[in-house]
């Protein structure tokens, strides 16, 4: 089998009044992120790190943001149709690791939710995706509460 793997980032500016979505979950929080479709940064970065481990381009390629049929869409239907452009490759998703950095709310209680909305998602156990959560330092704008960001790292297989 031959193993490849793509990297995936995402970032979204946070405001008051919006929905946060993270990981297909809604956390409760006073902020949320500004995006064309619900502005869930970790499914965005994973579905680039897929999407780039399989060659397919990114999620802008896919979904442009220039779309309205995209409008307030829930991220996870952009990680269902990456699931299938792989499939179409004979890609298997074999192993994603991710970090999240938002300076708040603490994602780690959420991190199970998460997991299960993603693998149930993408087709696979939820022992594949490992997520981690870091914060800023109170540096920059996602110290400040002002942005929230994802890195992940997705491991593919060609079946
Ligand atoms: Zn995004």
Same mark, same amino acid.
């Given at each position: 089998?031959?193993?490849?793997?793509?990297?995936?980032? +995402?970032?979204?500016?946070?405001?008051?009044?919006? *929905?946060?979505?993270?990981?297909?979950? #809604?956390?409760?929080? +006073?902020?949320? /992120?500004?995006?064309?479709? +619900?502005?869930?940064?970790?499914?965005?970065?994973?579905?680039?790190?897929?999407?780039?481990? $399989?060659?397919?381009? +990114?999620?802008?390629?896919?979904? /442009?943001?220039?779309?309205?049929?995209? %409008?307030?869409?829930?991220?996870?239907?952009?990680? #269902?149709? &990456?699931? *299938?452009?792989?499939?179409? %490759?004979?890609? &298997?998703?074999?192993?994603?690791? &991710?970090?999240?950095?938002?300076?708040?709310? %603490?994602?780690? /209680?959420?991190? /199970?939710?998460?997991? #299960? &909305?993603? $693998?149930? $998602?993408?087709?696979?156990?939820?022992?594949?995706?490992?997520?981690? @959560? *870091?914060?800023? #330092?109170?540096?920059?704008?996602?110290?400040?509460?002002?942005?929230?960001?994802?890195?992940?790292?997705?491991?593919?297989? @060609?079946?």
């Amino acid at each position: 089998m031959s193993v490849r793997c793509g990297i995936g980032y +995402d970032l979204h500016r946070l405001e008051t009044g919006r *929905k946060l979505i993270v990981g297909g979950i #809604e956390l409760p929080f +006073d902020k949320g /992120p500004v995006g064309h479709s +619900d502005g869930d940064v970790l499914t965005h970065a994973l579905c680039d790190a897929l999407l780039g481990a $399989a060659g397919l381009g +990114d999620i802008g390629t896919h979904f /442009p943001d220039t779309d309205p049929k995209w %409008k307030g869409a829930n991220s996870l239907v952009f990680l #269902e149709h &990456a699931r *299938k452009l792989l499939a179409e %490759k004979n890609f &298997a998703i074999e192993y994603v690791d &991710a970090v999240v950095i938002t300076e708040k709310p %603490k994602l780690g /209680p959420h991190f /199970p939710k998460m997991r #299960e &909305a993603l $693998a149930r $998602a993408l087709g696979v156990p939820a022992e594949k995706i490992h997520l981690k @959560a *870091k914060t800023n #330092e109170g540096v920059d704008a996602i110290g400040r509460g002002e942005a929230i960001a994802a890195y992940v790292v997705a491991t593919i297989g @060609a079946r």
